[in-house]
């Protein structure tokens, strides 16, 4: 398998995109010296049909400026496909605007949010969780017209439950463009990835990434997918919890996207948003600065999609060798 051949490899980034990156990838395969592999539930690799000797290439991929998509990248392609944005709204006058279910947004101003909260008579005790929230779109719980409060639901990666919010504090949700700019990295990357490869955007990127997208494997063997038997399966131990809700809290922040990206349109179907979050949480990269100053245009690190590059089984234990 390759990753037994890794330290022996080297990988080349030449000046100009390799002419792989817009052939069929079966040609590629049947005239080198690598062939696709199953791995198992992480997806496709590669593995190499003889010894490799020290000096020769096994792959070559376009410069990574051009085929890289880091989360900064994610967003920018996403606000050039998603309706433009409109002219920020008002906040809330009251409670009586506002309707249980209905996703709406946190004002961005922490101290216009806390003063509102003041005023409403909500303590200080959970400002912290407060201030983490802000700018974000989230879905109206409950409604208490005697203080023109709202109950918002908290998404599970800022620690689920709910928070208590002043009518004023809040505002009808933004455009979606307007929210791809403030995506998370992960599901910056994830609403990408829907985008390229079932709303037809690849028409709009490098060719290597649309290649690349297209290649991607179909299926993924991630709790994301399990059955109730799989997941039993874990009972008992410490990943059972994690394992049981993770499909639940992704379609949470689904649901989620789809109110403040535009629907189905820009957030695709529950299925299709599965897929592309674990192709994210199973093909994704760090990359520093130090090694991708182009790359990342002086942003300390980013994570980062790799076209090509994550098709190779790797191990980022192994140390380096040049070149790779």
């Not at 101290?111 to 959970?126: H, K, M, P, Q, Y």
Request: charged share 20%; glycine share 8%; proline share 6%.
């Amino acid at each position: 398998y390759l990753s037994f051949f890794l330290l022996s490899l080297l990988l080349v980034v030449p000046s100009s995109p390799c002419s792989m990156a817009t052939a069929d990838l079966g040609t590629f395969f049947e005239n080198s010296l690598v062939e696709p592999h199953d791995f198992g539930p992480s997806g496709v690799g590669l593995r190499a049909r003889r010894s490799i000797a020290a000096d020769e290439v096994f792959l070559t991929v376009g410069p990574l400026v051009d085929i890289a998509l880091t989360a900064s990248r994610a967003r920018e392609h996403l606000a050039s496909w998603l309706p433009p944005s409109e002219a920020p709204k008002q906040p809330f006058g009251s409670v009586s605007e506002i309707l249980a279910g209905q996703i709406i947004e946190v004002l961005e101003d922490e101290s216009a949010v806390l003063a509102a909260c003041r005023a409403a008579g909500i303590s200080t005790d959970n400002d912290v969780h407060r201030s983490a929230l802000l700018g974000l779109t989230l879905r109206v719980v409950d409604l208490d017209p005697s203080d023109d409060t709202a109950e918002l639901r908290v998404p599970p990666e800022h620690g689920g439950d709910s928070l208590w919010f002043a009518a004023s504090a809040l505002r009808p949700a933004a455009s979606p463009r307007t929210a791809a700019a403030r995506l998370s990295d992960e599901n910056a990357l994830a609403l990408c990835l829907v985008n390229l490869r079932c709303r037809e955007a690849g028409a709009n990127v490098h060719p290597a990434m649309a290649a690349w997208v297209e290649n991607l494997p179909r299926t993924f063997g991630q709790p994301l997918f399990w059955t109730e038997d799989q997941v039993n399966e874990l009972q008992g131990s410490m990943y059972e919890a994690r394992a049981r809700s993770m499909r639940g809290d992704a379609l949470a922040v689904h649901q989620a996207l789809l109110a403040s990206c535009g629907g189905e349109v820009g957030a695709g179907s529950a299925e299709e948003f599965l897929w592309s979050l674990a192709a994210v949480r199973s093909r994704t990269f760090s990359l520093g600065v130090k090694e991708f100053p182009q790359l990342l245009g002086g942003r300390c690190e980013e994570v980062a999609m790799v076209p090509f590059v994550d098709f190779a089984n790797h191990d980022t234990h192994l140390p380096a060798c040049d070149g790779l």
